[in-house]
């Protein structure tokens, strides 16, 4: 399974970005889907995740009512709409992919409920 992520780069605070998770080596809608994010000097935190069907969407407090994940299985991506970013927000984002790993309904925020990583892509939100 390989993961691709795309979208990242430099914004302003109030601004917006989209970012895009592009899978491929497997079936894609066989997959829970996630976005984490890692800010310098801290660990990789959940941000939202989507379930196979696209029918459960969960996100991280700090996020939720701004952010917004969805995804395409004809497309074999998974997005993730960022809308009034913040300072706070700066970071490099990564999509995870679950493929039956050891992922758990209750709680989908455990990164090691992710059996695959993208390589991340960088967001930087300036004051």
């Known amino acids: 399974v390989q993961l691709q992520a795309s979208g990242g780069g430099l914004v302003q605070a109030g601004g917006s970005l989209r970012l895009s998770c592009a899978a491929s080596?497997?079936?894609?809608?066989?997959?829970?889907m996630g976005w984490f994010r890692q800010a310098p000097g801290k660990e990789r935190e959940f941000v939202a995740s989507v379930t196979g069907s696209g029918g459960r969407l969960v996100y991280a407090d700090s996020v939720r009512g701004r952010f917004t994940i969805s995804r395409d299985n004809a497309k074999n991506t998974v997005y993730l709409q960022m809308n009034s970013l913040k300072p706070e927000d700066t970071a490099v984002y990564y999509c995870g992919a679950t493929y039956g790993g050891g992922w758990r309904p209750d709680r989908p925020d455990r990164r090691d409920g992710y059996k695959f990583w993208g390589q991340g892509t960088e967001v930087t939100v300036s004051s």
């Open positions: 080596g497997r079936t894609f809608s066989s997959s829970h």
